[in-house]
């Protein structure tokens, strides 16, 4: 059963904390959206799927449901889809917050080559100090509840 999409010249797209893949489809078809825009070029986008799919190392595993995956395959999954629309913004609530601590690693140094390739602005939501200053160029400090701003500090690994 396809999922109900619409396409659109989107700004942003999010990756949050649960990979958001569906139960009944398989990786090959997260993509395959009915789409609610005349303007949609389907086998161009087609192809920045499968592109996309090859740039997270996930060919090969087109054809797999995503309880077949590990969390660190159905994170990049989402990933990809919120890549696949080209957006200027990424936003990112703690996409690794519940991967095992080699795997989190492993898709930060991924996110940061993807990073290098596609040049998107990435706002990056985090808890864990060294991801933020690993992946970023500025670390915005937040106060427990309320949140608020406390300070903003250049990044001493990408400054």
């Known amino acids: 059963m396809a999922h109900r999409c619409t ?13 958001c893949c569906s139960n009944g489809a398989r990786c090959s078809t997260i993509f395959s959206c009915r789409w609610n825009s005349p303007n949609l070029d389907l086998p161009s986008y ?7 799919i090859k740039l997270v190392g996930l060919d090969g595993f087109e054809e797999m449901f995503p309880h077949e995956l590990s969390g ?6 989402s990933l990809c889809r919120a890549l696949v629309t080209d957006p200027q913004l990424l936003l990112m609530d703690e ?3 519940a991967l095992d601590a080699m ?52 990044s001493i690994c990408r400054a």
């Open 7 to 19: 396409a659109r010249s989107q700004t942003s797209a999010w990756c949050f904390r649960r990979p």
């Open 46 to 52: 087609i192809d920045k799927a499968r592109a996309l």
């Open 72 to 77: 660190g395959m159905q994170q990049r999954v």
């Open 95 to 97: 996409p690794f917050g």
């Open 103 to 154: 795997t989190r690693d492993e898709l930060d140094i991924e996110l940061l080559r993807i990073w290098e390739e596609r040049k998107k602005t990435v706002l990056f939501v985090t808890h864990s100090i060294q991801e933020a200053v690993f992946l970023s160029d500025v670390v915005f400090v937040m106060s427990a509840r309320p949140g608020r701003l406390l300070e903003k500090l250049p």
